[in-house]
């Protein structure tokens, strides 16, 4: 099968070609919160003065941080848990240093807001930048615009007064993150760049690291995989100790319990809860491809959020016998 566009790589490009005025990009697969970029932009460049961005965070902290530089004024609508996740207060000066261990998206949203500003800027991280992959994906989409600036390991100077120039109608690549649910069933899995500076490429070697047996797998810079992990180590029957978890407390549920309920509940035989995270009914789904008896998700249809064609994927996966 063929995996959808890239979630992280489309909200980057979507707001670039927002701000160089040109046709977005083309992205295969259109989740809510692509959608919700694509709404909040358009809102902001008419002048509207409510931003809705559903429950996606990279849109949020993306879009604050250019609407504090722009000077637009407005508000942003959060839903569901988007408003009790950190988000960072932007204020209108040079220098930034961010916590290193809370999100990288904070730095992705002042990477693209400062060039706008017309001032030179600085940011710093504090500690260990995790989810680090993120960052450059950041970069290479500013590159491509012709933003220019200058990273000294964790530290960034940026240029004020430029301008974005990013050729109109690209298409976004294939998300390894929605990739590694079907990996790890098993399936061969086409339209991903084996190249890709998209950190979750790591799935592929971290699932071998696991049927090796004994592994301990660090999470910290790739945690969208976690609960896929979670599943396939539960469902071959492998003992796993995973580090670097202690975000995923932040995501769209207590991803570390809403994990182990569902592996729990695929054991019993009793109906999962997606507990309103797409990540939990899609990585039930890889639980289903072992298991001996049928599983039954409920709220599965909160797999919108990323993948809104998953089940429909899933459904047309066929059996190949080794």
Excluded at 193 to 218: F, K, T
Excluded at 259 to 288: F, L, N, Q, W, Y
Aim: aromatic fraction near 6%; charged fraction near 25%.
């Amino acid at each position: 099968m063929t995996v959808p566009s890239s979630k992280s790589i489309a909200h980057r490009e979507l707001i670039a070609a927002a701000l160089s005025g040109v046709e977005p990009p083309v992205v295969r697969g259109e989740s809510k919160d692509t959608a919700a970029t694509r709404a909040c932009l358009k809102a902001m460049m008419s002048g509207e003065s409510v931003w809705p961005c559903g429950e996606s965070g990279t849109t949020l902290r993306l879009l604050e941080p250019v609407a504090g530089v722009m000077g637009w004024k407005g508000e942003f609508k959060c839903e569901g848990r988007l408003a009790e996740r950190p988000r960072m207060k932007f204020e209108r000066r040079s220098r930034y240093t961010v916590p290193g261990d809370v999100s990288s998206q904070f730095v992705s949203g002042l990477l693209m807001a400062l060039p706008l500003a017309p001032w030179d800027s600085e940011i710093e991280v504090e500690g260990r930048l995790q989810s680090a992959s993120y960052v450059l994906l950041t970069e290479d989409v500013l590159r491509a615009a012709g933003v220019e600036f200058q990273r000294e390991g964790d530290r960034w100077r940026i240029k004020g007064g430029q301008r974005y120039r990013i050729a109109g109608g690209r298409t976004v690549e294939g998300d390894w993150s929605q990739a590694a649910f079907f990996i790890a069933m098993g399936v061969e899995v086409r339209g991903l760049n084996d190249v890709s500076r998209q950190g979750d490429r790591a799935v592929v070697d971290m699932l071998r690291a696991i049927d090796a047996g004994g592994a301990e797998v660090d999470v910290s810079q790739t945690p969208d995989l976690y609960p896929a992990l979670a599943a396939y180590a539960a469902a071959r029957g492998r003992d796993v100790v995973f580090s670097g978890t202690e975000r995923l407390r932040l995501k769209e549920s207590d991803r570390i319990a809403s994990t182990a309920a569902m592996v729990d509940a695929v054991k019993r035989g009793e109906p999962v809860d997606a507990c309103g995270d797409h990540r939990i009914p899609m990585s039930a789904a890889v639980m289903a491809c072992y298991a001996d008896r049928p599983v039954t998700v409920t709220g599965a249809e909160c797999v919108a959020k990323s993948y809104p064609g998953f089940w429909r994927d899933f459904d047309g996966l066929e059996r190949v016998e080794a």
